[in-house]
């Protein structure tokens, strides 16, 4: 494996998460949710998974316990902001640090523990191409569902009567609910499938990026995923785009500070930020564009009038 | 009416109410109304604000459920739990306040309220039949923010054909569009009525319902007051049956000084601007003047740039030179709204909650909020520590809540407590208070009640005839022949020429309103 391949590889590995967290907040933003609890629904997604794959020694059982875990994170928010009409915004920032800490303390007897890991796709002849064969048809499976998740997506909200209806609620609530559309459960489904998307997220980083639990192993990785998805002006492609960048600076900068190039690491470690900000920023210029994907409910509570 | 065979009343109405009643809470939005729609028959519904007309409709199509009371279709007893189970029982409804979605296009607008089997790619080209069949022509591909009232009209229109409904209502169509526009409406209307479908038509402009409806149910308070034939009574006896007393008449009593002798109070001198958001509008090159003790009425369809060029006379966007806007003789282009209002200006914008008052706060901080950079010696004490002075705030809201006949439940309640009307009341007592030399106000009487808009007009009219500048942009029509000196139009941020009272009809305003009368700039012509 050439140091072309190794570095093409990581940088995947360290954007599929940020791609995946990205879409389902993605799909609940557009549905006119805001849930700030992306970061502690993928830490309990992390654990989860970690500790299902431990105990079981499967790392796809675990990954399905990190999706479920993170669905089921979602839920309490749903419960809380949909049924109970709590402020989205605060209540999102409970739910990470209520994430953070549950997550700590359901992994204290995991920590150390050697984890399992998702074992990368090998295709006899097609793993071996140059150049392109260990990224295209050598990657953990994670990657694949994550690059097939984004056209999903795509193909959910543009192409199907769902996703227009979901983008209807997201623009305009109260107009939906006259046309007898489900606002509430509409938005259930949405926060499900984003934490859904979170808690997957999470089990990347625990089963396949690093197999090993670490408290707060998240790193922040669910504000970027949440920054990733304004950035992009709430369209998918963007977020693949973004979340790729993201990785690809992130790597280089490491690369760069081994070679031992004369910069402060500290502004070596901001790069990545930095990069992503102005070039999503750049893409986004077309205001016009921008307001018309900005779902214009984001973050209201809906009370239908009975 | 038309000579359709099918008649009127003589056989089983095609919609029936009966003894509906809803609760909000201690308020009987809805009470004991009978209310029966007959095959092929226009059928008005009359009330002021708050009559209840809103709230009825909503029940028989589903989106508010009734506290007692029963709805019979066709003969046959229904409840009607949401929406979707009114349309599907053939019960259509054309909003108000259109429920669009500004981020989707036209067809993705229709496509929502079809249903759910009806496959996505064929609704752009079903769309465009019905529209040419009616005369709605729309184009399916255009996003909705960016189309005019009117055509988002057409598009409920059209939204609402498609689904093949019996029963059609209406919720004051025409109070955005052109008289030109709601010509066309009516044209529709009758074609549907011909072909044997029945529509409930609510409206509050009388001679609209005289024209066009077969019967008129007259609802007040919540209860039905009469019923009758619209075109056997006089605009006159179907407003008093509508308020229950005969409505005030504005007093336009002549200017003390002739207002041309006056220097102009406010001056606006090449004002253009780009549009700001994805859906406002551009300005091109603005120009008008108000002198002492005259009212200017600028007409428009809404969203042909009235909002914006509020905006740039209150000071909420500057603009580039100083000299753009001139008030009592000073450029005020660069000064921001305070220093604005200190020049003796007054603004009431059109969005009475969020931007004329801050919903949740009390009636004296919005009174505060307005008035403590003007009124800074009456309002704040304590030197340099600014502090509330409650008394004199106090003693000033009461003042205007006693001249403008606010009707309030409590002391001193949240904005938002009060109806469109008093909250509107108040608004503007609040400015004229402080006896402004120039005043300007968006959609001044926009959903007010009759007894409240007379009492607004009156207070405008009399401000004015004191000797200071008043400009009302209003979509209403009658309101501007009411109250104002001159009348010009907006269309697609551009501003006529003004035309005294004197020389101007509806019909001339109509045309100034579509951008076909020459005094516009000729780019624009033909573009309705």
């Not at chain 1, 399905?64 to 419960?79: K, Q, T």
């Not at chain 2, 189970?85 to 989707?104: E, P, Y």
């Not at chain 2, 229709?110 to 496959?119: G, H, K, Q, Y």
């Amino acid at each position: 494996m050439t140091m072309f391949e190794a570095i093409l590889l990581t940088i995947a590995t360290a954007a599929t998460p940020l791609l995946i967290a990205a879409l389902g907040e993605l799909v609940v933003e557009r549905s006119g949710v805001l849930n700030l609890g992306v970061e502690g629904m993928m830490v309990m997604g992390a654990v989860a998974g970690f500790a299902i794959a431990q105990t079981t020694g499967s790392a796809w059982l675990g990954m399905i316990a990190a999706i479920l875990a993170g669905a089921a994170f979602s839920l309490l928010f749903g419960f809380l902001t949909l049924t109970l009409v709590t402020n989205q915004v605060a209540t999102g920032l409970a739910l990470t640090l209520l994430g953070l800490g549950a997550s700590a303390m359901i992994g204290e007897s995991f920590v150390g523990l050697p984890g399992v890991k998702m074992e990368a796709l090998n295709i006899p002849v097609l793993t071996d191409l140059p150049y392109v064969g260990k990224f295209l048809f050598g990657q953990d499976p994670i990657f694949y569902i994550s690059i097939l998740l984004t056209i999903g997506v795509v193909w959910f909200l543009f192409k199907t009567r769902a996703g227009l209806t979901l983008r209807a609620v997201g623009d305009n609530h109260t107009s939906a609910h006259s046309l007898g559309v489900p606002v509430v459960r509409i938005r259930y489904l949405a926060v499900l499938f984003g934490g859904a998307c979170a808690g997957l997220a999470g089990g990347q980083l625990s089963l396949v990026y690093v197999p090993q639990w670490v408290e707060n192993m998240t790193a922040g990785r669910g504000w970027i995923a949440l920054a990733l998805v304004v950035f992009a002006s709430w369209r998918p492609w963007r977020i693949l785009a973004g979340a790729y960048l993201f990785g690809a600076v992130s790597i280089g900068q490491l690369h760069a500070q081994a070679l031992g190039i004369g910069i402060p690491s500290q502004f070596m470690s901001s790069l990545p930020y930095l990069a992503t900000i102005i070039v999503l920023v750049l893409i986004s210029r077309n205001k016009r564009l921008t307001l018309m994907n900005t779902p214009t409910s984001l973050g209201k509570p809906f009370v239908p009038d009975r | 009416m038309t000579g359709t065979t099918i008649t009127n009343g003589s056989d089983k109405p095609l919609l029936e109410a009966s003894k509906l009643t809803k609760i909000f809470g201690t308020l009987k939005a809805c009470d004991e109304i009978n209310l029966a729609i007959g095959t092929g028959e226009i059928h008005s519904l009359l009330g002021e604000n708050g009559a209840g007309k809103s709230t009825l409709v909503k029940m028989l199509f589903g989106a508010l459920q009734p506290t007692s009371g029963d709805i019979a279709w066709k003969g046959q007893k229904v409840t009607v739990t949401n929406p979707a189970m009114g349309r599907s029982l053939g019960i259509g409804m054309v909003f108000q306040h259109f429920s669009l979605f500004d981020a989707l296009t036209a067809a993705e607008n229709i496509a929502l309220s079809l249903d759910e089997r009806t496959p996505l790619d064929t609704i752009a080209t079903r769309a465009r039949e019905i529209g040419q069949a009616y005369g709605l022509p729309v184009d399916p591909e255009a996003l909705v923010g960016d189309l005019s009232v009117g055509e988002r009209q057409r598009i409920e229109i059209i939204r609402c054909l498609l689904q093949n409904p019996d029963l059609i209502i209406l919720d004051e169509p025409t109070s955005v569009l052109t008289p030109q526009e709601a010509d066309l409406l009516f044209v529709t209307l009758e074609r549907l009525r011909s072909e044997g479908k029945s529509i409930l038509y609510i409206s509050h402009r009388l001679e609209e319902v005289r024209r066009l409806c077969d019967r008129a149910t007259v609802l007040r308070h919540g209860k039905v007051v009469g019923q009758c034939d619209p075109r056997s009574q006089t605009a006159a006896s179907l407003a008093r049956m509508m308020v229950g007393n005969d409505i005030h008449v504005i007093d336009r009593h002549p200017a003390e000084a002739a207002a041309s002798t006056q220097a102009a109070l406010l001056e606006v001198r090449g004002l253009s601007q780009k549009p700001r958001g994805p859906f406002s509008v551009s300005l091109h090159d603005i120009n008008l003047s108000v002198r002492a003790g005259e009212i200017l009425g600028i007409a428009g369809v809404a969203g042909n740039g009235q909002g914006e060029l509020f905006e740039a006379i209150s000071g909420e966007v500057l603009q580039e030179r100083p000299d753009i806007i001139r008030i009592r003789g000073t450029d005020a282009g660069r000064i921001g709204i305070s220093g604005r209002r200190k020049l003796g200006a007054a603004f009431v914008p059109e969005e009475r909650l969020g931007h004329g008052a801050v919903p949740d706060m009390s009636l004296t901080n919005n009174l505060l909020l307005s008035r403590h950079s003007t009124d800074r010696k009456v309002f704040l004490t304590g030197g340099a520590l600014r502090l509330v002075a409650e008394r004199s705030l106090a003693l000033a809201t009461s003042r205007i809540v006693t001249q403008m006949d606010v009707r309030k439940s409590a002391e001193n309640p949240d904005a938002s407590a009060l109806s469109g009307g008093n909250l509107q009341k108040f608004l503007i007592g609040r400015e004229l208070d402080r006896n402004p030399s120039v005043m300007i106000v968006n959609q001044p009487t926009w959903g007010v009640d009759a007894g409240a808009a007379a009492h607004i007009r009156q207070a405008l009219v009399d401000l004015a005839r004191s000797g200071s500048a008043v400009i009302v942009i209003s979509q209403d029509l009658d309101e501007l022949f009411d109250i104002s000196d001159r009348i010009a139009a907006m269309v697609h941020g551009h501003l006529s020429e003004s035309v005294p009272i004197e020389a101007m009809n509806r019909e001339r305003v109509g045309l100034m309103m579509g951008g076909v009368d020459h005094s516009i700039a000729p780019e624009n012509a033909g573009t309705i």
